[in-house]
């Protein structure tokens, strides 16, 4: 059977062979055991309703075996025989080229050199997915090959609830993941109805199908490090930074020191996931003994190396060592998936991997104990650095946050904030997003190198040109970004689709896809898919990141993210998304993304510049609300330059009248 026979095939009637569990594979740790044995039949109830009567009998006691033994059920069964990657868009059968689109946008999302857990459906962050089981993808990939402009494909939480009428500026696909009620939104309510096969976790990209590698975060995380040492006043060469994890997205982390030109030592304890990204070139030496680890430290930061070095181990016990040696460290901060902190989200301190990975799923309340007692260590080692002169930064991830549920030293004075700052707080709200500025990126559907090169120059001549007018409030933003566009090739940052990240503001966004849209006219380009990271401007409301330097109390509100995707699919996106989840935890962060498909057309031109104005403007209004500075200059000028923007703007008021 060939490649488009078996996507329009979608759920066989006949059954295929049963498959073999691929040990190779980077598999899903085996999730808790939670549900009841009443609610484990209405979990397979649920899983086989996929599947014509005469094979329940069959596929009952596989489902059943599954859930017992990783407790979910992924119908490995029905794996597709064609290999999944991001092929070129005239490959996949279909009628409409946002649908094809969208077909590769998934794929590339379950590359085996993307995603974290392929076998399992999980691109990156231990639990973020695309589908729930391989009988939503199989459905999923029919519907999009068969759908037309006229139609939307509505998606519940990787369910397709089908084709609906629509018309040729909605969006093709409306995709919600994790909508739960509020109250129903704790960690073991996720664990409960995702094992159900009712919801799941979507995280960012993951679910929206924009995923784009490691590559996804590194433009963001090279000027974080950046400017990390720009407040240290410091050159980064020399420099140490330190951090962990280097699963999906935190693989960014050792490239970008790379970029920036410091010593970054990026601690990871599953040696599948350190040699992944030792193979790809993300980090360059991966060394597993700590009094090795030491040296090679002194000797990089001696030397003023600019070298990134993978610690085969736990990282409470490199923050130790690097206390116990006195070695200073610049940067510290820590990108495990503590989203996640008990289902494979951090692992704690002296137990092996696998070891870990047992006591999860057979004595959950052990590893939960575990594990906050390797948080309180780690950050009793933290502070010992901070007293020397580290700076630390809480990544997104929810460092803080579990710390202090952990009761770990790590609360300021007032006993209401951390001791550290978010690097949202200090570093991205600050200097980039309340300017605007955040991950616009874009994928070459075509699946050619050449065309991927061809985006990057356009990308970079239009940064140019837009930064001769840049007022001066915005220039060593320009200038941060055409110095990243330029040696994007260099770096080598492709894993998976032909994509690129580009950090941008709405300007940038619009006057760079304008020019895609006409080389893609011209016949210079193929198709571009156009998106974004949800971690943004405007998409994501997340008081302990994305929102976390906004101090009005709205911080813990989520109409930014809701009014942004509404806005988004009536403005002309082709796929919309939106999530309860995210990078920082079930319950902690609503966000949504989207998908646009540039074709050379003159609704395509149409379609982004509405959209894209809207997707950033949106977020930068929000936030001069606030009274965010940088966020009342950025509207006042997108005011000037759209005569029909009218934004309330803040009053300030005399600190002095609210004095006792």
């Avoid at 488009?4 to 594979?25: M, R, S, V």
Wanted: hydrophobic content about 35%; glycine content about 10%.
């Amino acid at each position: 059977m060939t490649f488009k026979e078996e996507i329009l095939q979608g759920i066989p009637h006949e059954l295929p062979a049963k498959k073999t569990y691929d040990p190779k594979i980077n598999h899903a740790p085996k999730r808790k055991e939670i549900l009841t044995e009443d609610e484990k039949k209405l979990a397979l109830q649920n899983a086989l309703r996929y599947f014509e009567p005469q094979h329940h009998a069959t596929l009952l006691p596989e489902f059943r075996e599954e859930l017992n033994t990783y407790g979910r059920i992924y119908m490995y069964r029905f794996l597709p025989e064609h290999k999944i990657y991001a092929r070129s868009i005239d490959e996949y059968p279909g009628k409409s080229q946002q649908t094809k689109a969208i077909m590769l946008m998934i794929q590339n999302n379950l590359d085996h050199a993307v995603a974290q857990h392929p076998h399992e459906l999980i691109t990156y962050g231990g639990n973020g997915a695309v589908f729930q089981n391989w009988a939503q993808y199989r459905l999923v990939m029919k519907y999009l090959a068969e759908m037309t402009d006229e139609q939307t494909l509505a998606m519940y939480s990787g369910h397709p609830m089908g084709l609906f009428p629509s018309h040729k500026d909605a969006p093709r696909v409306v995709v919600t993941n994790g909508m739960m009620i509020p109250n129903y939104s704790k960690p073991d309510d996720w664990e409960k109805f995702n094992a159900l096969g009712v919801t799941q976790y979507g995280q960012m990209t993951a679910g929206s199908f924009m995923y784009i590698g490691p590559q996804g975060i590194v433009h963001g995380t090279t000027i974080t490090v950046l400017n990390g040492f720009r407040k240290l006043k410091k050159e980064p060469q020399g420099g140490l930074f330190v951090t962990s994890g280097l699963g999906g997205m935190s693989g960014a982390q050792p490239k970008a020191g790379d970029i920036a030109g410091c010593v970054t030592v990026c601690a990871e304890v599953n040696p599948k996931a350190t040699k992944t990204r030792h193979s790809q070139g993300w980090v360059k030496e991966v060394i597993s003994d700590l009094d090795q680890l030491a040296q090679r430290v002194r000797e990089a930061k001696e030397n003023k190396e600019t070298i990134s070095i993978g610690y085969d181990g736990n990282i409470v016990e490199v923050w130790e060592k690097f206390d116990e040696e006195n070695i200073h460290i610049d940067l510290g901060s820590d990108q495990t998936s503590l989203h996640n902190p008990w289902a494979g989200g951090y692992y704690p301190v002296g137990f092996s991997y696998e070891e870990a990975n047992e006591m999860m799923a057979s004595n959950p309340e052990q590893f939960k104990t575990e594990v906050q007692k390797s948080l309180k260590r780690q950050v009793e080692a933290i502070n010992k650095h901070t007293a020397k002169g580290t700076y630390f930064f809480d990544y997104g991830n929810a460092f803080l946050l579990e710390a202090s549920r952990a009761g770990a030293d790590i609360m300021s004075e007032d006993g209401t904030s951390f001791k550290y700052p978010s690097y949202v707080q200090d570093i991205m709200g600050p200097m980039c997003f309340d300017f605007g500025f955040g991950p616009f990126r874009w994928v070459c559907a075509s699946g050619k190198p050449e065309d991927l090169l061809k985006t990057d120059e356009i990308a970079t001549q239009v940064l140019e040109e837009l930064k001769k007018s840049a007022p001066e409030e915005i220039q060593q933003q320009m200038q941060d970004n055409i110095t990243w566009i330029k040696g994007a090739q260099e770096n080598k940052l492709v894993v998976g689709s032909q994509a690129r990240i580009l950090y941008a503001d709405a300007e940038g966004r619009m006057k760079i896809a304008e020019a895609f849209n006409k080389a893609i006219e011209n016949g210079t380009i193929g198709p571009v898919v156009l998106g974004r990271d949800h971690h943004d401007v405007s998409g994501t409301d997340s008081p302990y990141r994305e929102t976390s330097n906004i101090y009005d109390g709205s911080q813990f509100t989520a109409d930014m993210a809701i009014q942004n995707v509404i806005g988004d699919s009536f403005r002309g996106a082709s796929w919309v998304s939106i999530h309860n989840g995210g990078g920082v935890g079930w319950g902690e962060v609503i966000n949504g993304g989207f998908g646009m498909v540039l074709d050379g057309s003159l609704d395509a031109d149409r379609r982004l510049k509405s959209m894209l104005f809207w997707d950033v403007n949106n977020g930068i209004a929000r936030r001069s609300w606030a009274r965010n500075d940088g966020a009342i200059f950025a509207i006042k000028r997108a005011m000037e330059l759209e005569p029909q923007l009218k934004v309330t703007i803040p009053h300030q008021v005399d600190p002095a009248l609210l004095k006792d």
